[in-house]
């Protein structure tokens, strides 16, 4: 079983850039299929951000051009760069790991780190 260990939220004002940062652990990440998921207050869990084994990426609509996926191997790490956050991005974000890209984009049953908090002032 896979532990995922996420960080880099906060505060920030809109407009401004975060980069979040996942930590693997029990799984290499080489072989498998990454992605970003968040959750606001009453809101389902979606997958915002996702990159498959051959470098493929997908991004929700809601942040296309914005938010930047990305994962270095060696350090079995995945990030996320935010940048021109609004306000609708508040939530909690989640990565996920999984061998199928497939999954990673369509399914909701993942293994799940706590989440960081990220916050954004208007």
């Known amino acids: 079983q896979v532990q995922l260990v996420e960080s880099g939220g906060g505060l920030v004002q809109a407009g401004n850039s975060l980069r979040l940062s996942c930590v693997a652990s029990?799984?290499?990440?080489?072989?498998?299929?990454v992605g970003w998921f968040r959750q606001a207050p009453g809101k389902e869990r979606d997958v915002v951000a996702a990159m498959s084994t051959g470098g493929i990426e997908y991004y929700s609509d809601s942040v296309k051009g914005r938010f930047t996926i990305s994962r270095d191997n060696t350090k079995n790490t995945v990030y996320l760069q935010m940048n021109s956050l609004k306000s609708e991005d508040t939530a909690v974000y989640y990565c996920?790991?999984?061998?199928?890209?497939?999954?990673?984009?369509?399914?909701?049953?993942?293994?799940w780190g706590q989440g960081t908090q990220v916050t954004v002032s208007s």
């Open positions: 996920a790991v999984h061998s199928s890209f497939g999954a990673i984009l369509g399914s909701r049953n993942h293994d």
């Open positions: 029990g799984r290499t990440l080489s072989g498998s299929a």
